[in-house]
């Protein structure tokens, strides 16, 4: 992905080292109407992580001991972390079988339980590259007379889905380096919908700062560095061609395994689908022994498959929750997440496939390389 861009990259470097800014410049300006744009507009800050991100779009809503926040437990652990540092509760809701992300019905369920006077916010995650059912969350939250909370939408694996930044109060975002839009290291990002929450994500990221020598909140250290700005600036620009590809990669896939749908559930395909990851799904009865089997033995054979998420957040120590949470678990027990880059080539693909196909025990129904997979 850096190899095209080499020229322009070491133009970027040489620009900020020449600046003599290394923090909150003219590149991360630049890049926040830039990327803001992009995502479909609002009023857009940078910060220091995905993770902060989470964390100062709740502290500008005034988020913390005593109000309670809504989130699925299949994902990474970077979103409920960002609830429980803020001294918030935290509510597991489940997962949707075909969004893999937060379920309108049992959120529902959990607007109708005791204490959900406390919810002051719901977090679903765009998971995968995905989009969570935000028309389906707003219907319930209308249907409830809860429009007093709040929806911020973690859409840390959905760069460039369109007009994503259009579907919450606050969105938030990484630029972790293996994201679809990644920068040379950690880096956050929060689009809000009103430009007072965005002025005061530019104070508390900035350790509270009102002015040079005034402090008007405790604050945090979560400053975005100009080199990570003039990179992201540079590679934003290739962003709907990458997406393209992925989007091309999936649909390949797609057709290369619907013979395999006794064992395989493929994800389901949306317009605004991004392909962060392509995650399959071994149908029930199958278990985590044969998911667990098939990522060490295609491993072994130079397959980079991923568990994405094999230990759902609800089961580890930090952040127990009582809820049944049947749909998460279940994800959790039987996702392997396939090999999907721009650039990747179609017989790369398939042999993929192929390999997959021979550790799972399957009769490949022949390699044909699919024309909608770039070479």
Not at 307 to 333: F, G, I, Q
């Amino acid at each position: 992905m850096h190899a095209p861009l080499a020229r322009e990259l070491g133009d970027a470097f040489t620009r900020v080292l020449a600046s003599g800014r290394y923090l909150l410049g003219p590149e991360t300006e630049a890049f926040e109407a830039e990327f803001t744009r992009h995502e479909g507009g609002g009023y857009g800050v940078c910060c220091g992580s995905g993770s902060d991100a989470l964390y100062l779009a709740l502290r500008a809503l005034d988020i913390g001991a005593g109000a309670a926040v809504v989130t699925v437990s299949n994902s990474f652990v970077a979103t409920p972390e960002s609830i429980v540092r803020t001294g918030a509760e935290l509510v597991f809701c489940d997962a949707d079988p075909t969004t893999r992300s937060l379920d309108p019905a049992d959120l529902a369920r959990i607007l109708a339980e005791p204490g959900a006077e406390r919810i002051r916010a719901v977090i679903p995650i765009h998971l995968y590259g995905r989009r969570a059912d935000m028309a389906g969350i707003r219907a319930v939250l209308d249907a409830a007379d809860r429009t007093d909370i709040k929806l911020i939408a973690d859409a840390a694996q959905s760069h460039g889905s369109p007009d994503v930044a259009l579907d919450a109060d606050m969105t938030c975002y990484s630029f972790y380096p293996a994201k679809n839009l990644g920068a040379l290291g950690d880096g956050g990002f929060v689009i809000c919908k009103w430009k007072r929450h965005a002025d005061r994500i530019r104070s508390i990221r900035n350790h509270g700062r009102a002015g040079k020598h005034r402090v008007g909140e405790v604050g945090v250290n979560s400053r975005f560095d100009e080199i990570h700005a003039a990179v992201l600036r540079v590679k934003l620009k290739s962003l709907r061609d990458w997406t393209a590809q992925r989007r091309d990669l999936a649909d390949a896939y797609r057709e290369r395994l619907a013979a395999h749908e006794d064992l395989l559930r493929l994800p389901v395909d949306d317009p605004r689908h991004v392909y962060h990851l392509f995650v399959v799904e071994l149908k029930a009865g199958r278990g985590p022994d044969l998911r667990d089997r098939l990522f060490g033995q295609m491993g072994e054979q130079g397959i980079g498959v991923g568990l994405h998420y094999p230990v759902p957040c609800h089961r580890m120590s930090p952040y127990p929750s009582d809820r049944k949470l049947p749909t998460a678990e279940r994800l959790s027990d039987s996702v392997l997440s396939l090999p999907l880059f721009p650039g990747m080539t179609a017989d790369e693909l398939d042999r993929v496939a192929h390999v997959l196909e021979r550790c799972a025990g399957l009769t490949s129904p022949g390699i044909t390389s699919s024309s909608r997979a770039r070479r």
